[in-house]
T-cell receptor
């Protein structure tokens, strides 16, 4: 597609439930990133995928968070046993290899009640 | 470690005023990239500019201009003759060339409100 697509745009879940957030990057972009933006906060790096290399998971806040990228394209961020502090906007971005331009999606607003 | 500081949490101006958003960064790397992004109420981050550490030329794009000064580790952003549509959160970000992950380190953002 023309831009980075994220779904759902909004998600309300009960504490303790698992959620899956989806990111569809720009076609041809080999790098994909997940960031988290909590209310009134800046953007916190979560995970980075580059081609077939092992992902950099150094930003994941706990082992309840995981992400995968299938076929070098679509990525899913999974949060298990959600907690209220997980409430945030989760942003996905993609970029071409060798360049430093990042295109962000509109994000998924996650609310844990 | 790298760090980006945007000391101005909120700025409010009246339409047609000029406004400067400050950004100060820290890095030990000699090669790095600086970015500005705009986040309107819709939530999507809109790329505005990228500048590499070897290019200290100031840049102007319409009503936007950027002043990069390595001596003070600053990359300030000025909007001339501001408009209501400029109201948004503006983020400054830094990416170094070292490290295994090419992630951007963001500042905490500046909320700009332009009043009619």
């Amino acid at each position: 597609g023309a831009g980075v697509s994220q779904s759902p745009s909004n998600k309300v879940t009960e504490k303790g439930k698992d959620v899956e957030l989806r990111c569809d990057p720009i076609s041809g972009h080999t790098a994909l990133y997940w960031y988290r933006q909590s209310l009134g906060q800046g953007l916190e790096f979560l995970i980075y995928f580059q081609g077939n290399s092992a992902p950099d998971k150094s930003g994941l806040p706990s082992d309840r968070f995981s992400a995968e990228r299938t076929g070098g394209s679509v990525s899913t961020l999974t949060i298990q046993r959600t907690q209220q502090e997980d409430s945030a906007v989760y942003l996905c971005a993609s970029s071409e290899t060798g360049t430093y331009g990042y295109t962000f999606g509109s994000g998924t607003r996650l609310t844990v009640v | 470690a790298q760090k980006v500081t945007q000391a101005q949490t909120e700025i409010s101006v009246v339409e047609k005023e000029d406004v400067t958003l400050d950004c100060v960064y820290e890095t030990r790397d000699t090669t790095y990239y600086l970015f500005w992004y705009k986040q309107p109420p819709s939530g999507e981050l809109v790329f505005l500019i990228r500048r590499n550490s070897f290019d200290e030329q100031n840049e102007i794009s319409g009503r936007y201009s950027w002043n990069f000064q390595k001596s003070t580790s600053s990359f300030n952003f000025t909007i001339t003759a501001s408009q209501v549509v400029d109201s948004a959160v503006y983020f400054c970000a830094l990416r170094t060339s070292s490290g295994s992950a090419r992630q951007l380190t963001f500042g905490s953002g500046t909320q700009l409100t332009v009043l009619p």
